[in-house]
């Protein structure tokens, strides 16, 4: 019997099978336990995995990353604290989500019975995403667009937007440094702050807008000024600006864009995060930072806002305005500070 060899090209892989509906509700209720509850799914797919030596990388499975990405969309919220709320602390700023959370629940349209708090997650100094376990308070945060807050003497502004991924915030700013053109001058000296904007003029071209200045923490002497220039002088862009005074000084104003070297650790100009001395410097503070923290530890928040125009039970606050309870932010300012609402805009504008 002759045998008949048969030549055969590569085969193409079988055809994955159709998603259902009720596949998509089974991946929309793992991430709901897993950002709701903390409870990652230990049987999901992980991906493809490919890497050598002591790195890998997976390639996730797509469908299930859109599914994902869909749920985080739906129930979560950005978070931007602008200019000096910044530099609040981690806990005040959870608390200042707490006090929004507390104030969506108290107009008794959420069932109280059910009703839990969402999960928070500071991003960076002045982003703090906040995953809503109701959809109704993500939605209702998103609609405020920007409001601001009191403790003690001092507001406080920030911004609720949609959550964005990383490669869409990416795309975004790119979208935003092409349109805008930014130049920071950086620790300005009082003695140059009088002419700062006239000398930016000259020096780069026309002011679009100048932003609120922004003193630093460590050198109070300082300040940072935030300047939006036409796009059509960004080919005239300047490292530093000197100042020469009556009296024979010389000021140095440094000046950053988009292009300048920023840590991402100290979020500070002019360097990297590899040459960033808070890297040298960790090793020898964390134990010291670890005892103060155990020493000034705070308790968590757990006031509840009062509703908005029940001024009955106000203590003295002529506004009429929302104040935490004992257990929140004013217990952590050292007892005499108030936590005060006020919108200063967006559609969801209300009286303060």
């Given at each position: 019997?002759?045998?008949?060899?048969?030549?055969?090209?590569?085969?193409?892989?079988?055809?994955?099978?159709?998603?259902?509906?009720?596949?998509?509700?089974?991946?929309?209720?793992?991430?709901?336990?897993?950002?709701?509850?903390?409870?990652?799914?230990?049987?999901?797919?992980?991906?493809?995995?490919?890497?050598?030596?002591?790195?890998?990388?997976?390639?996730?499975?797509?469908?299930?990353?859109?599914?994902?990405?869909?749920?985080?969309?739906?129930?979560?919220?950005?978070?931007?604290?602008?200019?000096?709320?910044?530099?609040?602390?981690?806990?005040?700023?959870?608390?200042?989500?707490?006090?929004f959370e507390d104030e969506r629940s108290a107009?008794?349209?959420?069932?109280?019975?059910?009703?839990?708090?969402?999960?928070?997650?500071?991003?960076?100094?002045?982003?703090?995403?906040?995953?809503?376990?109701?959809?109704?308070?993500?939605?209702?945060?998103?609609?405020?667009?920007?409001?601001?807050?009191?403790?003690?003497?001092?507001?406080?502004?920030?911004?609720?937007?949609?959550?964005?991924?990383?490669?869409?915030?990416?795309?975004?700013?790119?979208?935003?440094?092409?349109?805008?053109?930014?130049?920071?001058?950086?620790?300005?000296?009082?003695?140059?702050?009088?002419?700062?904007?006239?000398?930016?003029?000259?020096?780069?071209?026309?002011?679009?807008?100048?932003?609120?200045?922004?003193?630093?923490?460590?050198?109070?002497?300082?300040?940072?000024?935030?300047?939006?220039?036409?796009?059509?002088?960004?080919?005239?862009?300047?490292?530093?600006?000197?100042?020469?005074?009556?009296?024979?000084?010389?000021?140095?104003?440094?000046?950053?864009?988009?292009?300048?070297?920023?840590?991402?650790?100290?979020?500070?100009?002019?360097?990297?995060?590899?040459?960033?001395?808070?890297?040298?410097?960790?090793?020898?503070?964390?134990?010291?930072?670890?005892?103060?923290?155990?020493?000034?530890?705070?308790?968590?928040?757990?006031?509840?806002?009062?509703?908005?125009?029940?001024?009955?039970?106000?203590?003295?606050?002529?506004?009429?305005?929302?104040?935490?309870?004992?257990?929140?932010?004013?217990?952590?300012?050292?007892?005499?500070?108030?936590?005060?609402?006020?919108?200063?805009?967006?559609?969801?504008?209300?009286?303060?």
């Amino acid at each position: 019997m002759t045998e008949v060899e048969m030549t055969r090209g590569p085969r193409s892989p079988p055809a994955a099978p159709a998603e259902t509906e009720e596949d998509n509700e089974r991946l929309r209720e793992l991430a709901r336990r897993c950002y709701g509850d903390g409870i990652m799914p230990a049987s999901i797919d992980p991906g493809v995995t490919s890497g050598e030596g002591r790195e890998v990388r997976f390639k996730v499975n797509r469908h299930i990353d859109q599914v994902k990405i869909s749920w985080l969309k739906e129930h979560t919220v950005t978070i931007i604290f602008r200019n000096g709320a910044r530099f609040l602390s981690r806990k005040v700023k959870e608390d200042i989500v707490r006090a929004f959370e507390d104030e969506r629940s108290a107009d008794g349209s959420l069932d109280s019975a059910t009703f839990s708090r969402g999960r928070v997650k500071v991003e960076s100094p002045n982003v703090v995403s906040y995953v809503a376990k109701n959809v109704a308070v993500a939605n209702w945060m998103i609609l405020n667009e920007r409001d601001e807050i009191t403790i003690g003497p001092t507001r406080y502004a920030f911004e609720f937007q949609p959550w964005l991924t990383k490669a869409q915030l990416k795309a975004q700013r790119q979208e935003e440094d092409d349109s805008v053109f930014w130049v920071i001058a950086v620790q300005v000296p009082l003695d140059a702050f009088f002419y700062l904007e006239a000398q930016v003029t000259r020096a780069i071209g026309p002011v679009v807008r100048v932003h609120p200045a922004e003193q630093d923490r460590l050198k109070p002497a300082l300040i940072s000024i935030k300047f939006e220039i036409d796009p059509a002088a960004r080919d005239n862009m300047r490292d530093k600006i000197w100042v020469d005074t009556c009296e024979g000084d010389f000021l140095e104003v440094k000046l950053a864009s988009v292009e300048t070297p920023r840590c991402r650790r100290c979020r500070a100009f002019f360097h990297t995060e590899a040459e960033c001395r808070r890297n040298r410097q960790q090793g020898q503070e964390l134990p010291a930072q670890q005892g103060q923290s155990e020493a000034t530890s705070r308790p968590q928040y757990q006031g509840h806002l009062r509703p908005p125009g029940n001024q009955s039970n106000q203590g003295g606050n002529p506004n009429g305005a929302p104040v935490a309870g004992g257990d929140g932010a004013s217990a952590m300012m050292g007892g005499d500070a108030t936590l005060e609402r006020g919108t200063v805009g967006g559609s969801g504008t209300r009286a303060p």
